[in-house]
């Protein structure tokens, strides 16, 4: 359950309320959305997610790309963006649990496992291994993703944005991380 009330869409006013209509009008409400929109500069900010998201499909493509934000998001334990990226996995016809990487797709995996788990020890051989893929902008686009989607996953968990409806019956199917458990 959110940790934090939510306002009813008659409460939101002004530039919230018409985000909120043209959300509604086009299929796209979410829980993280609606919880957002309780402050429009908020909302307005983390949108830029689907900026970034356009970029690094364009990059990488769309199976590295969902491979890659669900990296980052197990990794970080957020159970929300987890899940719609299990879904997301599922829709490409992979099983999420056990798939086959490319080597392109396995390098993006270790970096939004190193990201979250400490951004200071990125090594000089992941970035090598990913420059036999990617130019330097296109690792700027990558990088760029994977902090936008660490944001994400930060904002969800700590006010623990519920789960949306079309994800409940994948909530069995969310591992929470345990690389945390050792640190002290």
């Known amino acids: 359950m ?17 985000a909120y209509e043209e959300l509604e009008a086009a299929g796209k409400i979410t829980n993280m959305k609606l919880v957002m929109l ?13 900026d970034s998201w356009g970029s690094l499909v364009k990059v ?9 934000a669900h990296s ?17 996995l599922k829709a490409l016809g992979l099983d999420p649990n056990n798939f086959e990487t490319s080597e392109n797709e396995k390098l993006l995996q270790q970096l939004g496992q190193q990201i979250v788990k400490d951004p200071t020890k990125v090594s000089d051989e992941l970035l090598n291994g990913l420059r036999k893929f990617y130019s330097d902008e296109e ?27 079309r994800l409940l019956p994948l909530k069995d199917q969310f591992k929470p991380a345990t690389w945390r458990d050792v640190l002290s």
């Open 139 to 165: 690792i700027i686009v990558i990088v760029g993703f994977g902090a936008q989607m660490q944001a994400t996953n930060n904002f969800n968990s700590v006010l623990g944005v519920d789960v949306d409806k």
């Open 2 to 18: 959110a940790r934090v009330n939510l306002k009813t869409p008659d409460e939101l006013t002004g530039e919230a309320r018409k």
């Open 72 to 88: 980052v998001s197990t990794t970080n334990g957020c159970q929300l963006c987890s899940l719609f990226f299990i879904s997301d």
């Open 60 to 68: 990488v493509g769309e199976r590295a790309a969902t491979i890659y």
């Open 38 to 50: 309780q402050d429009y500069g908020t909302y307005k900010a983390f949108m830029g997610w689907y």
